[in-house]
């Protein structure tokens, strides 16, 4: 598996320049019937789904929920074009999505907090923090939100923030101990865990560690226009979801075994599931009450004012905005429920 935070990178990326073709577009399926995208091939950041399947919260719910295989298309445009009511996505891709006119908001943050982190191999004495990276080489796929973010990580820690890009066509930790690159971005809650089986142990920044603002590594959109038409169903959905995340969050075995029923014979290291969502549920799931899935303004518009100030978000015609976004409207919490 190429990884969770390349799939990231590339529908990031493909999704400001594919959506506003999509924009307006719509299909319509029955109120009780739902089909929901994935992001990737199946992996923790989807185990409140497939909880909620197993357990039972969506059949509870009277709901007839379809999980669309992977493919490639980003899911923010399968949701902005109607082909799927919900998907999973990130705080960066719906801030470039809405900015370029998608009609998608996000309902629920399973990931409070980013779960990537700048890796580089664990042997390399020669780069103790990120002000080493300057000139050195980075795997990655090079989007302008990315570029942006890895310079101010590097110019925080004192450096100018100057690297060269390689297109990453391996795995993230395969790419860095071939030589490839020096450095890449990782998903700690699996690749790092990868990295680590596979005998190519990695060494981690986090952006957080060096005054780069926090954001929600997960999230769950939908199309404003389904949401607004099914209150009902989409309120019965959300809390559903929520309630397989909060499982997870709180009995992380029981949600890894979940998640290993509804994918037979997907994970040939079975292991790597529940490592990861142990790691998940103790770092990156609950906010400071202990909860699942709440989003609020202040974390929002930190990350979001942060690619709007460096001209990275661009509007329908893909021209860079010109007016700050009002970011309550990227995100809500009015089909949540307490937990």
Not at 88 to 105: C, D, L, P, R
Not at 175 to 201: M, Q
Not at 212 to 219: E, G, K, S
Not at 302 to 307: A, D, E, I, T
Request: glycine share 10%; hydrophobic share 35%; net charge negative.
């Amino acid at each position: 598996m190429a990884g969770v935070a390349v799939k990231r990178l590339i529908a990031l990326a493909a999704t400001a320049i594919s959506i506003a073709a999509l924009t307006g577009c719509s299909q319509t399926t029955d109120s009780d019937s739902i089909r929901f995208a994935l992001d990737w091939t199946p992996n923790t950041n989807h185990t409140g789904l497939y909880v909620a399947q197993q357990e039972g919260y969506f059949a509870d719910a009277g709901l007839d929920v379809e999980i669309l295989p992977y493919n490639n298309t980003s899911p923010d445009t399968l949701v902005d074009s109607g082909n799927a009511e919900f998907g999973i996505s990130t705080q960066s891709s719906t801030t470039f999505a809405k900015a370029a006119g998608a009609q998608v908001v996000s309902v629920l943050a399973p990931l409070q907090h980013w779960a990537t982190a700048i890796g580089v191999r664990a042997d390399r004495e020669d780069i103790p923090s990120p002000k080493a990276l300057d000139g050195k080489t980075y795997a990655g796929f090079g989007d302008t939100g990315e570029q942006a973010g890895l310079r101010q990580i590097i110019q925080n820690d004192g450096g100018t923030g100057d690297y060269q890009t390689v297109v990453l066509g391996t795995s993230a930790y395969e790419a860095v101990y071939s030589g490839t690159a020096d450095f890449t971005v990782s998903y700690l809650a699996w690749e790092g865990i990868e990295a680590e089986h596979s005998g190519t142990p990695m060494k981690y920044f986090e952006s957080t560690d060096y005054g780069f603002p926090d954001a929600y590594a997960i999230t769950i959109n939908g199309n404003e226009n389904w949401l607004a038409d099914h209150p009902d169903e989409a309120e019965k959905f959300v809390q559903a979801v929520q309630r397989g995340y909060q499982l997870a969050a709180d009995d992380p075995d029981r949600a890894a075994q979940d998640v290993i029923d509804a994918n037979p014979g997907v994970f040939t290291d079975e292991s790597l599931v529940f490592e990861s969502q142990e790691m998940l549920a103790a770092k990156y799931m609950k906010d400071a009450s202990g909860k699942v899935g709440g989003q609020n303004l202040d974390k929002w518009s930190q990350y979001s004012k942060f690619l709007y100030e460096n001209d990275v978000l661009v509007d329908e015609g893909g021209n860079a905005l010109d007016s700050e976004p009002d970011w309550s409207t990227y995100f809500t919490d009015e089909y949540l429920g307490d937990q």
